[in-house]
């Protein structure tokens, strides 16, 4: 069985490396950003490992967000 929820992404339970990459997008405002990013590449939803896994090993991620790459954790 499959449950979908809509979830603000501030509630939700990031693990593993990605709480912390979290961590510097919020304290840098991004966001709005990371949810817009994220609405437009999964437009049906994402899974929350996949979601956890974009934030903990997409390389790009800062540069997409616009920051510096040198904030990466």
Do not use: H
């Amino acid at each position: 069985m499959k449950v979908y929820q809509e979830v603000s992404l501030t509630f939700f339970g990031f693990w593993g490396g990605a709480e912390e990459v979290f961590a510097k997008i919020e304290e840098d405002g991004k966001v709005e950003e990371l949810e817009a990013l994220l609405e437009d590449y999964y437009p049906d939803g994402i899974s929350s490992l996949a979601l956890n896994d974009f934030l903990r090993f997409d390389s790009d991620l800062f540069s997409m967000l616009g920051m510096e790459v040198e904030d990466a954790v």
